[in-house]
C-alpha cells in the first residue's frame, strides 16, 4: 500500500472512486435500480389492513379521521383504529404484534426503543 503525502491510503481512495465510477454509470444506463420501492415487480401493499393504536386524545385525530372518511382505500388498505387505554398498553402491543403502528407520545417512541428519557411512559 501507498500512502498519499496527506497520509491517507492510496487504495482505499481509488477504490473509492472507481465504485462511484461504476455505480453512476449503472445508474444512468439503466442497469441498476434506481429505486428499491417494488418488491418482486409489484406496487401491492404488503399488508391489506393495518391496525394502527391510540389514546384518545385530540392529537389522534388523523388516524381516527383517516379511518372513518376511508382516506386509505385510496392506497389500497384498510386502517383499523385501535383504541387503548394508555401509552403502556400502546407500547405493549406494538411490541407484541398486535398492533402494526401507533400514533403515540415521543416518550413511548424513546421508551420502546430502550432508550432512557427523563420522562415515563
Do not use: N
Not at 14 to 37: C, E, H, K, Q, W
Amino acid at each position: 500500500m501507498q500512502d498519499h503525502p496527506d497520509g491517507t491510503d492510496s487504495e482505499r481512495r481509488d477504490f473509492l472512486r472507481d465504485s462511484l465510477a461504476l455505480g453512476s454509470a449503472a445508474a444512468v444506463s439503466g442497469i441498476a435500480p434506481v429505486s428499491a420501492a417494488f418488491a418482486a415487480g409489484s406496487d401491492a401493499p404488503e399488508k391489506k389492513e393495518l391496525r394502527i393504536g391510540y389514546v384518545p386524545l385530540s392529537d389522534c385525530a388523523s388516524v381516527v379521521i383517516a379511518a372513518a372518511r376511508s382516506f386509505d382505500s385510496k392506497y389500497g388498505i384498510r386502517i383499523i383504529p385501535s383504541r387503548e387505554a394508555s401509552w403502556a398498553s400502546v407500547r405493549d402491543k406494538l411490541a407484541s404484534g398486535e398492533l402494526d403502528a401507533a400514533h403515540s407520545s415521543m416518550a413511548c417512541t424513546w421508551a420502546s426503543a430502550g432508550r432512557r428519557p427523563t420522562w415515563r411512559c
